[in-house]
């Protein structure tokens, strides 16, 4: 670098979550400053970006380094050079420290440099920074470690380690959660009406709502917070830790769950958590499909399409002085997704799908799927989306592989190596996405899998239950209905949520 040439300087200052080994902002602004001043610098107060309390693992987590970034590469090249007071401040991953200081380099002609780890021209220089990039990601590791393992430790013990859920606040920095009363009871209401009143998530959420009741940040209810406070056992004392990775947010093996007695005062009782989640496991709830209180017809949702499997739109007619009438339709056909016309008036398969059920109840025989409460359809699935991510990241080790082998950083043996275990790692997730995605048929009580649909038939007639009561009915026991236009066929295909074995009688 040229000491004559008055240059244009940006600061980038951080300080991560854990302030071991760094300097104050302030030091770091001082020192950065100082530096740029006695090597013919100017420094722009627009262009000194800081971050406090933020982890260097992810540049996407970090806005003012993202704003940095964005200003180096704009067409009016506002600066010259990049000043830090370590590497580790730039990045704590060397994968992303390479792609960004490459970039600044080579294509936005910005230089990066640390004030405190002065390094040589030439590519012994680049080295050494190779090197410090990876101790400083190794760093990173062993820390993230350390506060993992003292993390399992706490949890073990049942310390309350995460953000207080609706019903709780931490009253002084590592205090033991105490109950907000007024907060209590609505947990205590919605716990009630699940388990007892036997009200759906979505009636639930709609009466909090229509009572002005608000969540732990003061916003509305949606779905999907009342689900969450009703799995979550820490309103009956217990805590639940390392249930999903932070990173990707999937949902772990529930064996790798940490679940203890907590020293946290419970809100409900273990009996009153327990039913609810007994409820919960024995229905079946597809993903996206949408509640029975908001469909407009009893089989809504339920008759898909032979050829996209798509569900069929309901259409209805308003008429002035007659009942309306229904129609249905692909909604891959409307759409223009699908060639195959689908479209059938309630007339025809109404009736059809009564006397489907009318016919397995004179048969006495079904064929269905048994549905199992400690492998919920909702835990399968988020198993096997996990399992296709990790299939996809074996895909693109595998490409990065070949990529090395090609640049002539590892030797043919080391690519052959690599290769063989990326193969066993695929061979081995492609058999456990194969266990999962297969349906097992099993033999149940077919007298209790026939009753249930006899008491389906029976709502169906029913002149005295509407349409929501009708359709969560028929979805209790019907998983889909194929329609074939031809010979206005139907397929039905039952399930039976299987109960606890201490509730059969």
């Not at 409820?279 to 089989?299: F, G, Q």
Request: glycine share 4%; aromatic share 8%.
């Amino acid at each position: 670098m040229t000491e004559n040439k008055l240059k244009t300087a940006a600061l980038y200052i951080r300080v991560s979550t854990d302030k071991q080994e760094e300097l104050s902002p302030d030091s770091q602004k001082r020192l950065l400053l100082e530096y740029a001043k006695s090597h013919n610098m100017i420094v722009p107060p627009e262009f000194i970006y800081i971050e406090n309390g933020i982890s260097g693992r992810r540049a996407d987590k970090r806005p003012r380094f993202q704003q940095m970034i964005s200003a180096a590469k704009s067409d009016t090249h506002p600066f010259d050079v990049i000043l830090l007071w370590k590497f580790s401040r730039f990045a704590r991953n060397q994968e992303e420290s390479i792609v960004y200081k490459s970039m600044l380099r080579n294509k936005c002609h910005v230089d990066v440099v640390s004030i405190s780890e002065p390094l040589i021209e030439g590519p012994f220089g680049g080295l050494i920074e190779r090197i410090i990039e990876w101790m400083d990601e190794f760093y990173s590791i062993r820390l993230s470690g350390d506060v993992t393992r003292g993390m399992t430790e706490n949890a073990l013990r049942g310390a309350y380690q995460c953000r207080p859920p609706l019903g709780y606040r931490i009253p002084y920095h590592k205090a033991t959660p105490e109950i907000v009363p007024e907060e209590a009871e609505i947990v205590r209401l919605i716990f009630h009406k699940y388990a007892d009143e036997q009200m759906s998530i979505f009636a639930i959420t709609k009466y909090l709502n229509h009572q002005g009741m608000k969540t732990g940040r003061g916003k509305p209810f949606e779905k999907r917070s009342v689900e969450y406070i009703l799995q979550n056992p820490a309103y009956a004392g217990d805590i639940r830790w390392n249930r999903c990775n932070n990173a990707t947010k999937e949902i772990r093996d529930p064996s790798e769950w940490i679940t203890r007695s907590g020293h946290h005062p419970a809100i409900i009782s273990k009996e009153l958590f327990e039913r609810a989640q007994t409820r919960r496991r024995s229905e079946y709830t597809p993903r996206n499909a949408k509640p029975s209180e908001v469909t407009r017809h009893w089989l809504a949702g339920l008759v898909k399409c032979p050829s996209c499997g798509r569900s069929l739109s309901s259409c209805v007619m308003h008429r002035k002085s007659l009942p309306d009438t229904f129609s249905f339709q692909c909604g891959g056909y409307l759409k223009g997704k699908c060639s195959h016309n689908c479209y059938v008036r309630e007339e025809s398969i109404a009736p059809a799908v009564l006397n489907a059920l009318e016919g397995v109840l004179l048969c006495g025989t079904v064929k269905y799927t048994l549905r199992q409460p400690d492998a919920s359809a909702a835990q399968s699935e988020d198993e096997i989306l996990a399992l296709k991510r990790r299939l996809d990241r074996v895909d693109q080790k595998e490409l990065r592989a070949r990529e090395a082998y090609m640049d002539g950083i590892d030797t043919k043996e080391d690519y052959r190596k690599n290769r063989e275990l990326l193969n066993k790692e695929r061979q081995e997730l492609s058999e456990m996405l194969s266990r999962l995605e297969a349906e097992p048929q099993k033999e149940y009580n077919d007298a209790l899998m026939l009753s249930r649909i006899s008491d389906v038939l029976d709502v169906l007639r029913s002149e005295h239950l509407g349409i929501a009561e009708k359709n969560a009915s028929l979805k209790s026991i019907v998983d889909k209905i194929i329609y074939t236009k031809d010979g206005n066929h139907i397929d039905m295909y039952y399930y039976l949520a299987k109960a606890p074995e201490n509730q059969i009688k």
